[in-house]
């Protein structure tokens, strides 16, 4: 069975940092490239982050224009575990941020791409 848990949300200052990790279990992590979405109340979920599988991959990532030089996607095969770090922290980052499984080996923000996904964990921006 396949699970992915995100923890580490909260409420941050802005130009805070937050870490988030998604823990996953059920499938061959490092063959599968590992997705980190966002949806804000009122907002479609959108593609933040994602990072290719390392076999058969290269372990590349992807980011949204609006968080490319503020967040670095990381994964620890050896844990099973996809990291978002993520920096000077704006308050339009407020949103449930979501990792998700693909079904291939290369990162993609294409949802449809996705066929498992976590609960969310709410990350807040506010002073």
């Known amino acids: 069975q396949v699970q992915l848990v995100e923890s580490g949300g909260g409420l941050v200052q802005p130009g805070g940092s937050l870490r988030l990790s998604c823990a996953t279990s059920?499938?061959?992590?490092?063959?599968?490239?590992v997705g980190w979405f966002r949806q804000a109340p009122g907002r479609e979920r959108e593609g933040v982050a994602c990072i290719s599988g390392t076999s058969g991959g290269d372990g590349s990532a992807w980011y949204a224009g609006p968080v490319k030089g503020r967040f670095t996607a990381s994964r620890d095969n050896a844990k099973n575990t996809v990291y978002p770090q993520m920096n000077s922290l704006k308050s339009e980052d407020t949103a449930v941020y979501f990792c998700a499984a693909s079904g291939g080996v290369r990162a993609t923000p294409t949802k449809s791409a996705y066929s498992y996904w976590g609960q969310g964990t709410q990350v807040t921006v506010s002073s």
């Open positions: 059920g499938f061959i992590f490092d063959f599968y490239a």
